[in-house]
C-alpha cells in the first residue's frame, strides 16, 4: 500500500504539475473555506446528515465534518471540475 502524502506534500506535488495521492482541497480556515449555504448543498448532494459548525460569523464560513473531509465522491466531484475547467481553458 502506498504510504499517504500530508496535506504540505499534496499540495506541493499539485503544484509541481505532478500526481498527488489523491486531489487536494481546502474547505476550512479564516483566511479561505466554504460558505454555510455552499455547505448545506454539499451535505445534501452527499446524502450526509450532520449539524453545521460556523467558523467565522461575519463570513458565515461552516466548518466541515470528517465525514466531509473524507468522502471519496467529493474528492471525484471536485478532480471532475477540476479537469472541464482546465478543459475549457485549453
Known amino acids: 500500500?502506498?504510504?499517504?502524502?500530508?496535506?504540505?506534500?499534496?499540495?506541493?506535488t499539485a503544484l509541481n504539475h505532478q500526481i498527488p495521492d489523491r486531489v487536494p482541497i481546502d474547505l476550512g480556515?479564516?483566511?479561505t473555506g466554504?460558505?454555510?449555504?455552499a455547505y448545506k448543498a454539499l451535505l445534501k448532494y452527499l446524502n450526509i446528515d450532520d449539524e453545521i459548525v460556523i467558523l467565522d460569523p461575519?463570513?458565515?464560513?461552516?466548518?466541515p465534518c470528517e465525514k466531509v473531509l473524507d468522502d471519496s465522491k467529493l474528492?471525484?466531484?471536485m478532480y471532475v471540475r477540476?479537469?472541464?475547467i482546465v478543459s475549457k481553458a485549453e
Open 58 to 63: 461575519v463570513q458565515q464560513l461552516a466548518k
Open 29 to 31: 480556515g479564516f483566511q
Open 82 to 84: 477540476m479537469v472541464l
Open 34 to 37: 466554504i460558505h454555510v449555504s
Open 1 to 12: 500500500m502506498k504510504e499517504r502524502m500530508t496535506s504540505r506534500q499534496r499540495v506541493v
Open 75 to 77: 474528492i471525484f466531484a
